[in-house]
């Protein structure tokens, strides 16, 4: 059975960083696509960004294109979020996804979901 635990969030004043993670069991990890979406307050989940199983590709919403980096440990099964120059407007759950092994940024795509970790930026 897949798994997906995400950590690393919390409070933070705007312009500053976090760093999500997320840790994957029951597959072979290295295989498969895996992204971050989040939820604001009031709203639909959105597409943050996702990365390839091999982590040469990668791919960003333009709202954090610039400012958030994903990334992969294939050895350790768990991809990373590093977010900067946060804003208050990035205040939301972040979950992380897995599915294919292709990347994409709809939710239909992924079909395991961690239980996500909150994200809030203060002005």
């Known amino acids: 059975q897949v798994q997906l635990v995400e950590s690393g969030g919390g409070l933070v004043q705007a312009g500053g960083s976090l760093r999500l993670s997320c840790a994957a069991s029951?597959?072979?990890?290295?295989?498969?696509?895996m992204a971050w979406f989040r939820r604001a307050p009031g709203k639909e989940r959105e597409f943050v960004a996702a990365i390839t199983g091999s982590g040469g590709i990668t791919y960003y919403a333009n709202s954090v294109k610039g400012r958030f980096t994903i990334s992969r440990d294939n050895a350790r099964n768990t991809v990373s979020l590093q977010m900067n120059s946060l804003k208050p407007e990035d205040t939301a759950v972040y979950f992380c996804?897995?599915?294919?092994?292709?990347?994409?940024?709809?939710?239909?795509?992924?079909?395991?979901w961690g239980q996500g970790t909150q994200v809030t930026v203060s002005s």
């Open positions: 029951g597959r072979t990890f290295s295989t498969y696509a």
């Open positions: 996804a897995t599915g294919g092994g292709l990347i994409a940024s709809t939710e239909i795509e992924y079909a395991y």
